[in-house]
């Protein structure tokens, strides 16, 4: 049995990210989801997969738990659920220390540069964002 490897991404807070209502605008956390599962790709995937392969966002379902301000210590922990041919499926978790703000559940597409359609990820690519288990 495997086990995803978790990867933390550090968020920063910008003032641009506030909105009317002195917390971060809901739209910034898909940019905050995107960033931080491309990371986890560019992080765990071997160089010359990074170099070949992108990704696309299909679908993103967030839950809002409680509001982010600005100067708050923000970390997305992402997790690579499953991969299904060229589809992807990502649970992403943003907090502040250990106060969840927002779950997200996301499937992505690994598309080739190239030619700009889907591509099924090899294997020995996927097995680099699990751990065996015991």
């Not at 993103?60 to 997305?76: K, N, Q, S």
Request: charged residues 25%.
């Amino acid at each position: 049995m495997s086990t995803a490897i978790p990867y933390s991404y550090p968020i920063g807070v910008e003032p641009g990210d506030i909105d009317f209502m002195g917390h971060v605008n809901n739209a910034h956390y898909l940019t905050w989801v995107q960033d931080a599962v491309v990371a986890h790709w560019r992080n765990l995937a071997p160089p010359e997969a990074v170099a070949r392969l992108l990704w696309v966002a299909l679908k993103h379902e967030i839950t809002y738990r409680r509001p982010t301000f600005l100067g708050d210590d923000v970390i997305a922990t992402v997790l690579l659920e499953k991969v299904e041919g060229a589809r992807a499926f990502y649970e992403t978790v943003i907090r502040r220390g250990e106060e969840v703000l927002a779950e997200v559940k996301s499937s992505w597409c690994c598309v080739d540069i190239a030619t700009m359609r889907p591509a099924r990820l090899a294997k020995d690519i996927v097995a680099r964002f699990f751990a065996e288990g015991e």
